[in-house]
């Protein structure tokens, strides 16, 4: 079953027929929310809203590993996750929709893995390519089916916030080939690895980054919300027809 991990703007996925919603515990305690069970043209998914269902969990605070392993138990097999970004590409502007490829991890203080010592074996996982290939592949044919705009491709750079960041952050962040910028793409992803999920993310162009076209004098929060809410019902649109592919 298809997993969709809702980030800011997609707290509820107005296209799922909801059946039931479930609590789970887990080792690493509560997941942000409690997990939406129901169908999107017929298919089964469930939906989590890794903010919570009331937008109140930032990012730093988020229980990836609870999250994570909640869906695995579930009989998750796939995880498309959304996350609005910031972008640093100068070919990147608000409302684009964008299919990273790679990601680097600028994190810290996160649980950012399961294998965490005790009495288990140490266990490296391989990361070389963060994203699903095959399930970037059906992102990028339910687009073009959808009719959905999607960058294919790009370098997400994980940052911790909840701060935005300076504009020589962002300076370094371009020097190290990272196109946009995001607070929640780690450790998700890896964790998804590590729980061998096909993980894949729809990137949320929201803003220029600090310091870049519109936002070279400051980052304007409320124009932020006003392109998520237009961005978001093409989202919609593509997650449908994701579904509709996986047949
Ligand atoms: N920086 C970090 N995270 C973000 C941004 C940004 O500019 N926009 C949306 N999430």
């Known amino acids: 079953m298809l997993a969709i991990i809702g980030g800011s703007g997609l707290t509820r996925l107005s296209t799922l027929a909801v059946a039931h919603r479930e609590v789970v515990r887990t080792p690493f305690g509560e997941p942000s929310s409690a997990l939406l069970f129901g169908q999107i043209a017929g298919r089964d998914v469930v939906f989590l809203a890794r903010h919570g ?5 930032p990012p730093h605070r988020v229980n990836y590993r ?3 392993w909640a869906l695995r138990a579930r009989e998750v097999d796939t995880i498309l996750a959304v996350a609005s970004v910031g972008a640093i590409a100068p070919t990147h502007a608000p409302g ?3 299919l990273p490829r790679q990601i680097i991890d600028y994190t810290s203080g996160r649980e950012a893995t399961f294998f965490d010592g005790g009495d288990r074996k140490v266990v490296h996982v391989d990361f070389t390519h963060p994203y699903s290939a095959g399930l970037r592949e059906r992102c990028l044919v339910a687009a073009r089916t959808a009719g959905v705009k999607l960058y294919d491709g790009g370098v997400y750079a994980a940052v ?4 935005l960041e300076t504009a020589a952050e962002i300076d370094r962040l371009d020097r190290d080939g990272a196109t946009l910028v995001g607070m929640t793409g780690m450790p998700e992803a890896a964790l998804a690895r590590e729980l061998d999920l096909p993980y894949a993310s729809i990137a949320v162009v929201v803003n220029h980054a600090a310091g870049r076209g519109e936002s070279a004098q400051l980052v304007a ?7 998520l ?5 093409e989202v919609k649109l593509l997650i449908d027809q994701v579904v509709k592919e996986m047949g």
Not at 53 to 57: P, R
Not at 160 to 163: K, T
Not at 221 to 227: A, T
Not at 229 to 233: G, K, M
């Open 229 to 233: 809410e237009t961005a978001i019902e």
């Open 53 to 57: 269902h009331g937008h109140t969990i």
């Open 221 to 227: 929060m409320d124009r932020i919300v006003r392109v």
């Open 160 to 163: 911790s916030g909840p701060r």
């Open 66 to 68: 609870a999250n994570l």
């Open 96 to 98: 684009d929709l964008v």
